[in-house]
């Protein structure tokens, strides 16, 4: 070996070292952006949250909504198992029914030549 050459492991050992000084800052830069990019997109991040809110708000409305519909449907049954005049109603209106006695008028609204 040259005297006036340095140690090949001597170099290697100080390289490392300068390598080493510079490199664990970096990687611990990439690290925490991979961390924080995870909390924001990740399955349990932010956006996940913000989404899950979104539909949770979503379902409560159709639900107050399918109550809403339950108790009016509930009532109308109520009313055409108690009450004679609310089955009247709904013959009269659904099914164009009339009473024996009653006279059923139709009034076409027809407009002539003249009418214009």
């Known amino acids: 070996m040259n005297p006036s050459s340095p ?5 290697l050992t100080a390289l490392a070292r300068r390598l080493g000084k510079r490199a664990l800052p970096a990687m611990f830069v990439v690290l925490a952006a ?8 990740g399955d349990k991040g932010l956006m996940a949250m913000l989404k899950a809110r979104r539909q949770y708000r979503t379902l409560e409305a159709a639900l107050d909504r399918a ?16 009450d ?5 109603e709904l013959a009269r209106r659904e099914l164009g029914l009339i009473r024996p006695g009653e006279r059923l008028f139709i ?3 027809v407009q002539g030549p003249s009418a214009q």
């Open 7 to 11: 140690d090949p492991s001597t170099t």
């Open 34 to 41: 991979v961390v924080a990019v995870d909390a924001v997109v």
């Open 67 to 82: 109550k809403t519909d339950n108790a009016r449907l509930r009532e109308e049954a109520r009313r055409l198992r108690e």
């Open 84 to 88: 004679p005049a609310a089955i009247e």
């Open 107 to 109: 009034v076409k609204d």
